[in-house]
T-cell receptor, first 115, second 113 residues
Framework: DAGITQSPRHKVTETGTPVTLRCHQT?????MYWYRQDPGHGLRLIHY???????DKGEVSDGYSVSRSKTEDFLLTLESATSSQTSVYFC??????????????FGEGSRLTVL | GQQLNQSPQSMFIQEGEDVSMNCTSS?????WLWYKQDPGEGPVLLIA?????ELTSNGRLTAQFGITRKDSFLNISASIPSDVGIYFC?????????????FGKGITLSVRP
């Protein structure tokens, strides 16, 4: 199994509070991604990173920011959580870039509930 | 934007039966992939297809990259209870390390013992 750890695995928070989800990898892969999964929508890309300090937006980036100060860590921040951000969040990594081969390795997910 | 269409949303089959899933698009994709998500877990890559017309097997799974490059199918033969999960197709329109995968919405497969 790819060495990907997401934390926290479960979180309940209130509207308006900041939330940070962490993805930690031990594979030294260059590419890291944050997806959200919602019923009826499948997996949607929020942000991705192609190297330390290099990040870009995905299709549903509004309300989210990311940071990558080290190869192994990719943080997803909700500055002011809203109920529409209740979801399951998945981190994924790729050694060749998802666009190179399409082969992503996913973490186990972080379930976020915003009340 | 590019979309991948998977239907129906859910499928129910009897243990031992074969099942086929399609993934279609109005756009051309140059790579097709199939992922499976077990309940409570992250998706895992099952099969990757890189050439139009390619047919690839992985145990009881067989997938094909459509010749038009606008579709792919996944076959599961002799289904077993552990085949339960969500099956996603994914595609890459333009190869390149910074290109992004497009995912279908997934098909939830249930297997009755």
């Amino acid at each position: 199994d790819a060495g990907i750890t997401q934390s926290p695995r479960h979180k309940v928070t209130e509207t308006g509070t900041p939330v940070t989800l962490r993805c930690h990898q031990t594979e030294n892969h260059r590419y890291m991604y944050w997806y959200r999964q919602d019923p009826g929508h499948g997996l949607r890309l929020i942000h991705y990173s192609y190297g330390v300090k290099d990040t870009d937006k995905g299709e549903v980036s509004d309300g989210y920011s990311v940071s990558r100060s080290k190869t192994e860590d990719f943080l997803l921040t909700l500055e002011s959580a809203t109920s529409s951000q209740t979801s399951v969040y998945f981190c994924a990594i790729s050694f060749a870039g998802g666009g190179g081969t399409g082969e992503l390795f996913f973490g186990e997910g972080s379930r976020l509930t915003v009340l | 934007g590019q979309q991948l269409n998977q239907s129906p949303q859910s499928m129910f089959i009897q243990e031992g039966e074969d099942v086929s899933m399609n993934c279609t698009s109005s756009s051309i994709f140059n790579t097709w992939l199939w992922y499976k998500q077990d309940p409570g877990e992250g998706p895992v890559l099952l099969i990757a297809l890189y050439k139009a017309g390619e047919l690839t097997s992985n145990g009881r799974l067989t997938a094909q990259f459509g010749i038009t490059r606008k579709d792919s199918f996944l076959n599961i033969s002799a289904s077993i209870p552990s085949d339960v999960g969500i099956y996603f197709c994914a595609g890459l329109a333009v190869p390149g390390a910074n290109s992004k995968l497009t995912f279908g919405k997934g098909i939830t497969l249930s297997v009755r013992p």
